[in-house]
């Protein structure tokens, strides 16, 4: 069982989409079974709010519910509870790396590590381009996903 945690700023927009995205392609693959996937926050600001609505009607678009989800945040006990730690740009992993007081056993990657062209998933809440962070999110997830089935 691989446990995988998206992490962004707010955890309702970038890393739930993530989150649901990759729920997706693993359920698609048939190895649900395989994974846990979940997603967290950095900040507090959000905390127990749900998934921002462009967010969930972009998902439901694409036949994704995330009904349920509300954010959560980051704590430092969750680096020995899961596996990965995947963020969406260099401010969520700086905040990971110091939260969890470094990362000894190289945990903490960014989404976009796992495509042809590593960088920063934009944040929409400020862009308001939710079509290009889908676009990010669903290359960088199925690049990880490629990447630990190795197909």
């Known amino acids: ?24 392609l ?8 395989e994974f846990t996937i979940a997603s ?21 678009r694409h036949g994704i519910s995330c009904a349920g ?18 963020g969406m740009d260099m401010a969520n992993l700086r905040n990971m790396t110091r ?11 960014a989404l976009l590590d796992y495509t042809h062209r590593p960088g920063e998933v934009a944040d929409p809440w400020y862009t308001g381009d939710f079509e290009s962070t889908w676009r990010d999110v669903v290359e960088g997830c199925t690049g990880l996903l490629q990447s630990m089935t190795h197909t």
């Not at 945690?5 to 970038?14: A, P, T």
């Not at 693993?26 to 079974?33: I, R, S």
């Not at 998934?51 to 439901?60: D, F, G, S």
């Not at 954010?71 to 730690?85: E, H």
């Open 99 to 109: 939260l969890f007081g470094g990362d000894p056993e190289g945990k903490v990657h």
């Open 26 to 33: 693993v359920e698609k693959a048939g190895l649900a079974d």
């Open 69 to 86: 989800k509300t954010a959560r945040q980051l704590q430092r006990g969750d680096y020995a509870a899961w596996d990965l730690f995947i």
């Open 1 to 24: 069982m691989t446990k995988i945690l998206f992490v962004c700023h707010g955890n309702i927009c970038r890393s739930p989409m993530a989150e649901f995205v990759m729920k997706d």
């Open 40 to 60: 967290a926050a950095t900040s507090t600001e959000e905390i127990g709010n749900p998934v921002y609505p462009p967010v969930r009607q972009l998902l439901a």
